[in-house]
C-alpha cells in the first residue's frame, strides 16, 4: 500500500495531483526547481482542497502532511511512487526522468504525466525503463476522475498493472492503452472535436458560441453518461449499434467525407480567439471556471447516487 509519493514539478499539474493524493490520505514531497514554486504551489494546493470540499481544519491537517525538497534525488529516495510533471520538453523530460530514476527505490514505478510524448521516447537513458509508465490525468487534476496509463516499448507488465492498481486505490478511473499513441486517447478524442469545432468557425457555419451550445445543450450532456459506443448502440434501439449503422451508417459515411481538416494558422487562431473573447465577455472566467465546477460536481455526486442504486 503507497503511504508516500514523490510529485516532481509543482506547477498546474503537479499541485493538482498533491491536492489530490493529500486529499486520499498520503504523505507528498514536492520538487521544483522554479523560483518561488514551493509559495505558489502551497497556495494552490491550498485553493484546491477547499474546492474538493474539505473544510479549514481539515485542509490544514492534510497541508502538514505537504513537504517540499530542492534536491530532485532526495526527493524521490523514499516514495513509494513517483509522479513526474515537467514541462512538455522532450530532453528536459528525459533529463529529470533520468535523475529520479537513478534516486528512486528498486520497483518503484514512476508515472509520467506527459499528455503528448510516448513513452518509449522518454525510456531512452534510463536504468531501469520497465518501471516507467504514463500516468496522464485530465484537468483539474483534482476533480475529475480519469487517468490514462500507457506503456513504452520497455515497460513491464507489472509496472503497468502496479498503476492501474495504484490509481484505483487514489480514487482515479484509470484506462490501459493496450499500445502507445501521441496524445493518448481522452487528448486525440478532444483533439477531433476541436477540430471540427475550428473549421465550422473558419467556414461561417456557426458562431462560436452557438458552437460552444451546440456542444453542452446537446451531446455533451449524454456523453457525461455514455460514451460513443454505448452512445452509438444505444441510438438503435433493441437492435442495438447493427441496427444504428443500418440506419444511419450512410449518412456517417456523407459526414466523415465532408469533415473539414483545417491548418492552424495565425488567421484562424485569431478567429478562434476572438470567438472565445466574445463569449467570455457576458461573465469573468472565475465565474465561468465556478460554473463549470458546480456542473462537473453534480454530475459526479448524480453518478455516485446512480452506481449506489
Not at 467570455?280 to 454530475?299: G, H, N, Q, T
Amino acid at each position: 500500500m503507497v503511504g508516500k509519493v514523490a510529485v516532481v514539478g509543482s506547477g498546474l499539474i503537479g499541485a493538482g495531483w498533491a491536492s489530490w493524493f493529500l486529499s486520499r490520505g498520503l504523505a507528498v514531497t514536492c520538487h521544483d526547481p522554479a523560483p518561488g514554486s514551493e509559495t505558489r504551489a502551497r497556495k494552490a494546493v491550498a485553493d484546491n482542497l477547499r474546492s474538493i470540499g474539505h473544510p479549514v481544519a481539515k485542509q490544514l491537517q492534510l497541508m502538514s502532511n505537504l513537504s517540499f525538497e530542492p534536491d530532485i534525488e532526495k526527493a524521490v529516495a523514499g516514495a513509494e511512487w513517483i509522479q513526474e510533471n515537467a514541462p512538455e520538453d522532450l530532453a528536459l523530460k528525459r533529463e529529470v526522468i533520468r535523475r529520479i530514476d537513478g534516486a528512486a527505490a528498486p520497483g518503484v514505478v514512476i508515472a509520467s504525466s506527459t499528455s503528448s510524448i510516448r513513452m518509449s521516447q522518454l525510456q531512452a537513458g534510463m536504468t531501469h525503463p520497465e518501471r516507467l509508465v504514463a500516468g496522464h490525468p485530465f484537468l483539474p487534476v483534482y476533480l475529475i476522475p480519469l487517468v490514462e496509463v500507457a506503456g513504452g516499448e520497455s515497460t513491464a507488465v507489472a509496472a503497468m498493472d502496479a498503476a492501474m492498481d495504484f490509481y484505483r486505490s487514489v480514487g482515479k478511473q484509470p484506462i490501459r492503452l493496450k499500445r502507445e499513441i501521441t496524445g493518448h486517447v481522452a487528448n486525440r478524442l478532444q483533439a477531433a472535436l476541436m477540430r471540427e469545432a475550428f473549421f465550422m468557425l473558419q467556414e461561417g457555419i456557426a458562431s462560436a458560441e452557438d458552437i460552444d451550445l451546440a456542444l453542452t445543450e446537446g451531446p455533451g450532456q449524454r456523453w457525461a453518461a455514455t460514451g460513443p459506443f454505448v452512445s452509438h448502440a444505444l441510438a438503435g434501439g433493441e437492435g442495438g449499434a447493427r441496427q444504428t449503422f443500418a440506419s444511419l451508417g450512410a449518412a456517417m459515411k456523407n459526414m466523415w467525407a465532408d469533415l473539414g481538416a483545417p491548418t492552424l494558422t495565425p488567421e484562424l487562431e485569431a478567429l478562434v480567439v476572438a470567438g472565445a473573447q466574445d463569449i467570455l465577455a457576458r461573465k469573468s472566467p472565475d465565474r465561468w471556471m465556478a460554473e463549470r465546477l458546480r456542473v462537473v460536481r453534480a454530475i459526479q455526486k448524480e453518478k455516485a447516487a446512480i452506481e449506489g442504486e
